[in-house]
């Protein structure tokens, strides 16, 4: 299957997931491109789905039921994808389709569509639910669609559990690690190095943080008996004027990756007492943990009626999102994680069915 | 005194050096453009000292003597300057020159061309001389102007003691330190820094060994006396991919100065031990040091005849290129070294004059 023969948007065939993945996968959504898609996905909705509520804000396009059910489930799929690596021609081979964005996570909003259609047809869940294709997941904080409905119109997103349909490898993944990033400086004073005693060198002033920092055992902590292993990194160092001046100044940069039992603050408090000598201490990001809440009622009958594994999410996502919001979620979603952001890139017919069906079982969509 | 008022090379008085001076630092010579000046030099040589043989290399000017004498003493000076910071009109305020190259080392190229033309009209010394007016040496190796004699003349250069006129506050600095650059790089795997288990990190890698040589105490070593003080710097560290992911490579840069007692292959086993458990280690660029020889009876009699302070050049210089070949060198001239490459960079009357007396006394030269 090439571009051309894949099916339009428009007219690809609810029923067939895997043509209707590569119909999302042949309209290009590389970050900060993503009108086209969010385009067909709005028409595809008002023409199949006309049942439940539209709505856009930027190139994010939420569609909602509102049949007065006392629970609300949010449904969430980003359209963008990572810049092309070879790889942005659809491709079928049997029941694997291969291209750009095919595991992250065109499957997922094919789910998100088929859900979307099949309500809209009569299929009634027992829950309301929203269904939202975002923007802007895959580049910097500031470009992402959920952050910007949160901000401008929070009732969109409204809602007591929600599910996020990236690619987990058919496990659920539970809360996620908070991460911090914090960068510390050490001050010197420049001197010729023939004569450094005329100075004093930033850079060896650095040495002592730095064996602390690789030193130091980051520690693993059971939540609701998922293992979230912590992680301290220093990501970058630099400094140096040249060859011959004994450096004035020596910055790094350290990543904490910290489980959800600490807040922001528990973990800038650990970082900054490891940074204990510099001159400067700085937070450059800072995103908060999500808890699993696997005892909450709604995880805990989603989980329970999946019947899969779960797993604690280490890398920060959206769930963090709705977890600072009171309202708990997970990742769960078609394709394997390991493929993603990779030249080769694809996802299985299985994996998108048993998505579907499995969130279509537990939103208990009956006819 | 403006640019327009400071007299002409080829006609300011030889008796007034300060003049002198200033008609030299009018003739703009920032390294790679010591053409003018190198013609100036070469012209003013062949019209006022003219019983002595020149020869040119590239914009390196020598004038010889050939008197017949056991032994030849070299004296040396670089037409360059840095770049100007200011300050490059000669300004003359009372028996002060202000300007760029004033200290670093015009003053000390009027002491060379007063030295030829007294000797030219018969003031005959006791060595033969030969005064090399080089180019190139406030920039990189490669363009040193005596490096390139050496290499295509050595017969030029040829001598018994060597002396420069770079700017000594009227100390004599005797002998060098060597210097070595070695660049040390650590290797890891890149990895999700929310999983960094799975790659490992360059950066932390380095920490043991930024640790042994923050920590290292450099040694003072006695040579005829003069203590050289020691040192060993890291002049620059880099690494870091993105703030979310394992780095894979961390490098730095060790600036190591050592005494004349030890060669570039005794600073290099030290370095090298020190910086055990790097990936890759590789000199960047190695200088050996210049020993004192103040035992050596042409600079022995030198500093007797001069009767001022000796002390130990810490930074390298030119006179480790004639310790190379088994001359003895010192660094003698007006100014005081930690004006050079300021922008309040001058000289003074007596300095000048106290230079070409004592080098006169040491010449011995009659009439």
């Given at each position: 299957m090439s571009t051309a023969s894949a099916p339009d948007l428009l007219a690809a065939p609810v029923e067939d997931l895997l043509a209707l993945t590569a119909a999302l996968v042949a309209v290009p959504s590389v970050s900060r491109h993503e009108g086209e898609l969010a385009d067909g996905v709005e028409r595809r909705l008002a023409e199949r789905a006309p049942q439940l509520t539209r709505a856009r804000v930027g190139n994010t396009v939420i569609a909602r039921t509102d049949l007065g059910s006392e629970r609300r489930v949010v449904l969430g799929g980003h359209l963008d994808t990572v810049?092309?690596?070879?790889?942005e021609v659809p491709r079928l081979d049997g029941d694997v389709l291969h291209g750009l964005g095919s595991a992250d996570m065109k499957g997922g909003l094919a789910v998100l569509l088929r859900l979307a259609e099949e309500i809209s047809a009569g299929r009634r869940p027992r829950f309301d639910c929203t269904l939202a294709f975002y923007e802007?997941?895959?580049?910097?904080?500031?470009?992402?669609g959920l952050r910007h409905v949160f901000a401008d119109r929070p009732e969109l997103l409204a809602g007591d559990f929600a599910v996020l349909l990236e690619p987990t490898g058919g496990h659920v993944e539970a809360g996620c690690q908070g991460t911090l990033h914090i960068r510390a400086q050490f001050d010197g004073d420049r001197a010729h190095s023939a004569r450094p005693w005329m100075g004093s060198n930033a850079i060896h002033a650095a040495a002592d943080v730095l064996g602390r920092l690789a030193a130091h055992q980051a520690s693993t902590v059971m939540i609701d008996g998922l293992p979230y292993r912590q992680s301290l990194e220093v990501v970058r160092i630099e400094g140096g004027v040249a060859n011959n001046v004994v450096p004035d100044k020596c910055t790094l940069v350290v990543n904490r990756r910290f489980a959800p039992s600490h807040s922001v603050d528990d973990a800038r408090a650990e970082v900054e007492a490891l940074l204990e000598g510099a001159d400067r201490v700085e937070v450059v990001s800072a995103s908060p943990a999500a808890p699993?809440?696997?005892?909450d009622p709604l995880v805990a009958e989603f989980v329970r009626t999946l019947d899969v594994d779960v797993e604690p999410k280490l890398g920060w996502t959206d769930v963090a999102r709705f977890a600072a919001r009171g309202v708990p979620a997970v990742n769960f979603g078609p394709g394997?994680?390991?493929?993603?952001?990779?030249?080769g890139e694809h996802v299985t017919r299985e994996s998108i069915e048993q998505c579907y069906a499995a969130l279509a079982r537990f939103l208990g969509m009956t006819g």
């Open positions: 810049p092309a690596n070879g790889n802007g997941e895959e580049i910097a904080d500031e470009f992402n699993p809440n696997l005892n394997e994680p390991n493929v993603a952001h990779t030249a």
